[in-house]
Each structure stands twice: as C-alpha cells, then as structure tokens.
C-alpha cells in the first residue's frame, strides 16, 4: 500500500488508506505515538483514559444532590412471573 506524502502548513503528512484504518477507532483529535525505527515508522493508538467511572458517579449522589422524578409520557408495562 502506498500514499503520497503532502504539505500540511508547515509540516509534512499522509492519509492513511481506508484498508488501514477500517476496525481502528481512528477519528480526528486521536493521539497516536510515532516511533522512528530506523527504515520504518512505527505509529501507535494512544489508549484514550475514559474519565467517567459509572461507580464512582454512583458514589456521587446524595438525597441533596438527586434530581425529583421525570415524566416522559412512556409507560412501560412489565410482564409478570
């Protein structure tokens, strides 16, 4: 697979191929590490730290911070046992 090697302001980039990034989670903003390894370059996804942890927002509601109920106009009706 080839690409061409074009100006990007003051620097140089490429487009990676679809071929390539087809199954990665490539999107703009994405940091990846890119090492020179002699004749090849190396390119890795930096794993992204999620900064939202389900048990710790859990952990974060009291009675004083709870919000009342909403009424969405949904009613659901579960089947009984």
């Given at each position: ?39 090849k ?34 009613c ?6």
């Amino acid at each position: 697979m080839q690409a061409t090697v074009i100006k990007i302001g003051n620097s140089l980039g490429f487009k990676l191929p679809d071929e390539i990034t087809n199954g990665y989670p490539f999107k703009e903003g994405l940091n990846v590490d890119i090492q020179d390894n002699g004749n090849k370059f190396i390119i890795e996804l930096i794993k992204q730290n999620n900064p939202y942890n389900l048990a710790d927002m859990l952990n974060g509601i009291t009675k004083n911070n709870i919000h009342q109920s909403i009424d969405t106009g949904i009613c659901l009706k579960l089947p009984k046992n």
